[in-house]
């Protein structure tokens, strides 16, 4: 059994933390310009704007694990290729 380098698990650590990060931000942006009213008229969010939120975020991460596991599935092919 091969040992694991602490220092290689914490930078592999500390990479995903920033692409987890920069995915929920990308989906907050994307949500946010399809979603919410440019013209603030409330300091709560409207029933339709949570409604487009709830189902824009659903989608996001469901196309996110779909393209996911396409990649996964094509560097499978790859490495025994």
Same mark, same amino acid.
């Given at each position: +059994?091969?040992? *694991?380098?602490?220092?290689?698990? +914490? ?5 995903? +933390? ?23 008229? @409330? ?23 779909? *393209?996911?596991? +396409?990649? &996964?599935?094509?560097? &499978?092919?790859? @490495?025994?290729?």
């Amino acid at each position: +059994m091969s040992q *694991v380098d602490p220092q290689a698990a +914490m930078q592999m650590a500390q990479q995903e +933390m920033e692409y987890r990060v920069d995915l929920f931000n990308k989906m907050v942006s994307s949500c946010y310009d399809k979603c919410i009213d440019k013209r603030y008229k @409330d300091g709560e969010l409207s029933v339709g704007e949570n409604t487009c939120i709830d189902r824009c975020s659903s989608k996001y991460w469901q196309v996110t694990g779909i *393209v996911g596991q +396409m990649l &996964g599935a094509q560097q &499978g092919g790859l @490495d025994t290729s």
